[in-house]
Each structure stands twice: as C-alpha cells, then as structure tokens.
C-alpha cells in the first residue's frame, strides 16, 4: 500500500500562528502510513484575480494546485478573522478551485480545523466554500480548538490535542486507504 498524503493549508502568515503549531502537531501525529506536509509559500500567491488567471497563471499559484491536486487529502487550519474565514485560506480555495470546470478542489476530501475563538462561524464559512468549489467536507471532519482549552499553553503542549489531531487525520484518510 503506497503512503497517503495530506496537505495541510495554515490560513495564518503569522510565523507564531497557533494554527500553524497545530499543522506541525499533525505533521507529528499522523497515522503510519500517512505524510502530512504543509503547504509554505502561500504569502507568496497572489490574489485571485481573473485578469491574471489562464495559461500564464503565476508560477506560485498554479504550483499551490498542482500541489492541491496531487494530495489525496487536504487539512485546512481555519483561524478566525473577525469571525470569518481568513483572506489567505480563502484565497488558496479560489485558487483551487479554478478555472471553472477543472478545480483541484473538486471530488477533494477536506478537513478544517482551526484554534481561537468564535470557530463555529470561521469553520462553517471555510466548510461552505470548499463545498462551493468543488471539495467534500464529510460529517465529522470539522474540529474546533478553542483557546480557553490551551490553558494558555502551545498547541505543542497538550496531549490531548495531538490526540484529537491524529483521530482527525484517521477520519480524514480512512476511505482513501
């Protein structure tokens, strides 16, 4: 059996993103015979714009769907932005899910997750426009980390988030073994 990728997608440039340390804590708890690798140079893709879109799409954007298409499965790391998805994360779904008709999205099982506050509405936004552009967001595939639950500590820290984040990838990745 060959190995199953994930692409994680952090929607947070910030480097000390609590949404990025649970990336890395999934990278770190993954299931034998999953690799989970986080997608880096998204700052560098531009806004979709249409304009620039076709066959000369930016370099940084069409490798973002390459990469999105060669995934078996995406997890996508949703920090609340004024309770809402954030520009970045929205950005790497308009990006993949074009041009119309032939989205790297489409058919693609996803994950969200996400760490902060007011998660309900950021996570169901992100779960909506994945579903709009193509993607299958499964019941039981959406994971809320509130902050109150770090009790001020990293993501890296808990034992039960790194728990919580393995059974996530297991869920995410049983009907593709």
């Not at 990278?27 to 249409?50: H, K, L, Q, S, T």
């Not at 930016?58 to 949703?78: F, G, N, V």
């Not at 994950?111 to 169901?124: E, K, N, S, Y």
Request: no cysteine; net charge negative.
């Amino acid at each position: 059996m060959s190995e199953i990728t994930v692409l994680a997608v952090v929607g947070s440039l910030r480097s000390s993103s609590l949404n990025r340390e649970l990336a890395e804590v999934a990278v770190a708890n993954a299931p034998e015979g999953v690799r989970v690798e986080i997608a880096e140079g998204i700052a560098e893709v531009p806004f979709y714009n249409e304009d620039i879109d076709g066959e000369t799409a930016p370099a940084t954007a069409e490798a973002l769907r390459q990469r999105i298409a060669a995934a078996d499965a995406l997890l996508l790391l949703a920090p609340p932005n004024n309770g809402t998805v954030s520009a970045v994360l929205k950005n790497v779904i308009d990006w993949g899910s074009r041009p119309y008709g032939a989205s790297a999205l489409s058919g693609k099982r996803v994950a969200l997750a996400g760490v902060g506050h007011r998660l309900d509405t950021t996570l169901a936004d992100a779960q909506r426009a994945v579903t709009i552009a193509g993607g299958e967001v499964p019941e039981g595939l959406v994971e809320e980390f509130p902050i109150s639950g770090l009790d001020g500590k990293s993501p890296r820290e808990h034992d039960a988030v790194a728990q919580r984040a393995g059974d996530l990838l297991k869920r995410l990745v049983a009907p593709v073994r």
